[in-house]
């Protein structure tokens, strides 16, 4: 699922919540302190899919409850839900989210994420600033229409997509504005506890993906910010000689992207190890693949005479497959972003992984 299709999940999302403020009456709370009326934005809250937990008493699909300041919300086994703060901001939460409900009242309203990962949405006409607090960084809204993804590990540290708009990122005293990017999808930050704001980290739009639709169905295998504090540098420079860029290719997902941009010119070196088994085999498999020709009908469509489930690779999301194997170099022929998966049209019986060594080397 692309970030622009889960836009336009959050936009029907929204449509659907504010309709359900109006028609259920709804709407901003009025709150008396000391004499004065102060506004205190309305939270609700929707579960989409298994139990979560509200104060400690287990709410599931057909509960809608209100929320208010000191709420704690935890998502059970599979859970998937949403928090509606007003017409200003909805909160999706995920596997393993835990968060607090800190202060409702704008201009400022604060959530503290304990764990888990949640992601924001805001209306472009929103005033009010969120305020996402962790255990080692504290992340603000800077104007309306903004989009990111949040992410508390067991470990003390947090990590930050931005999809759209501005947010502020402070840890360790130092404040720095991420914005969106020309492909923000990819573009991440990891900020470890008692440290600064790190550099933008790399990661491939395919990963980031796949790992949302495995969050959905609480199937990922490691936490979104595992997925970012492994990724490179942005400013690292991949294809270096000296240096080869280890890829980890999975045996049951579809196509890994490795951020090396090829051009002609240029020559691919890729080194593989590691073993996968695929559905029909009890045994696993070097990158060179299984040589039994007679499950072949299985391979991708231009491998056919290749051994299945080996090693191949593409350059472009269009680009025609070639095998890849335990070792490899040729010429580069094509222009595009270098893809690396496995010889198998059903991948979701498949088990293990290939790690590859890929080098670029220019011409000159």
Same mark, same amino acid.
Not at 51 to 64: K, R, V
Not at 341 to 346: A, F, P, T
């Given at each position: 699922?692309?970030?622009?299709?889960?836009?336009?999940?959050?936009?029907?999302?929204?449509?659907?919540?504010?309709?359900? @403020?109006?028609?259920?009456?709804?709407?901003?709370?009025?709150?008396?302190?000391?004499?004065?009326?102060?506004?205190?934005?309305?939270?609700g809250?929707?579960?989409?899919?298994g139990?979560?937990?509200?104060?400690?008493?287990?709410?599931?699909?057909?509960?809608?409850p209100?929320?208010?300041?000191?709420?704690?919300?935890?998502?059970?086994?599979?859970?998937?839900?949403?928090?509606?703060?007003?017409?200003?901001?909805?909160?999706?939460?995920? %596997?393993?989210?835990?968060?607090?409900? @800190?202060?409702?009242?704008?201009?400022?309203l604060?959530?503290?994420?304990?764990?888990?990962?949640?992601?924001?949405?805001?209306?472009?006409?929103?005033?009010?600033?969120? %305020?996402?607090?962790?255990?080692?960084?504290?992340?603000?809204?800077?104007?309306?229409?903004?989009?990111?993804? @949040?992410?508390?590990?067991?470990?003390?540290?947090?990590?930050?997509a931005?999809?759209?708009?501005?947010?502020?990122?402070?840890?360790?005293?130092?404040?720095?504005?991420?914005?969106?990017?020309?492909?923000?999808?990819?573009?991440?930050?990891?900020?470890?506890?008692g440290?600064?704001?790190?550099p933008?980290?790399?990661?491939?739009?395919?990963?980031?993906?796949?790992?949302?639709?495995?969050?959905?169905?609480?199937?990922?295998?490691?936490?979104?910010?595992?997925?970012?504090?492994?990724?490179?540098?942005?400013?690292?420079?991949?294809?270096?000689?000296?240096?080869?860029?280890?890829?980890?290719?999975?045996?049951?997902?579809?196509?890994?992207?490795?951020?090396?941009e090829?051009?002609?010119?240029?020559?691919?070196?890729?080194?593989?190890?590691?073993?996968?088994?695929?559905?029909?085999?009890?045994?696993?498999?070097?990158?060179?693949?299984?040589?039994?020709p007679?499950?072949?009908?299985?391979?991708?469509?231009?491998?056919?005479?290749?051994?299945?489930?080996?090693?191949?690779?593409?350059?472009?999301?269009?680009?025609?497959?070639?095998?890849?194997?335990?070792?490899?170099?040729?010429?580069?022929?094509?222009?595009?972003?270098?893809?690396l998966?496995?010889?198998?049209?059903?991948l979701?019986?498949?088990?293990?992984?290939?790690?590859?060594? @890929?080098?670029?080397?220019?011409?000159?």
């Open positions: 699922m692309s970030w622009g299709f889960r836009q336009l999940q959050w936009s029907v999302v929204t449509v659907a919540l504010v309709l359900c @403020v109006v028609a259920c009456g709804g709407g901003d709370s009025t709150d008396t302190t000391n004499g004065d009326d102060t506004t205190s934005l309305s939270a809250f929707s579960v989409y899919a139990t979560f937990h509200l104060n400690g008493e287990e709410i599931g699909e057909f509960d809608s209100n929320l208010q300041a000191g709420d704690e919300v935890a998502s059970g086994e599979g859970a998937h839900g949403m928090i509606r703060l007003g017409n200003e901001y909805t909160i999706e939460m995920y %596997k393993d989210a835990r968060l607090r409900v @800190v202060e409702l009242r704008p201009p400022e604060v959530i503290y994420l304990e764990g888990g990962h949640i992601t924001i949405n805001d209306s472009a006409q929103t005033t009010a600033r969120l %305020k996402i607090d962790t255990s080692s960084s504290d992340l603000e809204t800077v104007d309306g229409g903004a989009a990111f993804t @949040v992410c508390q590990p067991p470990t003390l540290n947090t990590c930050l931005v999809e759209r708009g501005v947010v502020e990122l402070t840890s360790a005293g130092a404040t720095r504005a991420y914005h969106e990017g020309e492909d923000t999808s990819t573009v991440a930050v990891f900020v470890e506890d440290m600064p704001p790190a933008d980290r790399c990661v491939p739009t395919q990963a980031y993906e796949e790992w949302f639709e495995q969050a959905r169905v609480n199937d990922a295998d490691e936490t979104l910010g595992q997925l970012v504090a492994n990724a490179p540098e942005c400013d690292e420079t991949p294809g270096d000689p000296d240096s080869p860029v280890a890829i980890l290719v999975k045996g049951d997902v579809d196509w890994t992207g490795t951020q090396l090829v051009a002609p010119g240029e020559t691919l070196l890729i080194d593989a190890t590691g073993e996968v088994k695929h559905g029909t085999s009890s045994d696993f498999y070097g990158p060179d693949g299984n040589p039994n007679d499950i072949r009908r299985n391979n991708l469509a231009g491998l056919e005479g290749e051994n299945h489930s080996a090693l191949v690779g593409k350059i472009g999301e269009d680009g025609a497959p070639f095998l890849v194997g335990a070792h490899l170099e040729i010429p580069v022929e094509s222009e595009g972003l270098l893809y998966g496995i010889n198998d049209i059903d979701t019986n498949n088990t293990g992984e290939y790690a590859a060594a @890929v080098t670029v080397n220019s011409g000159s």
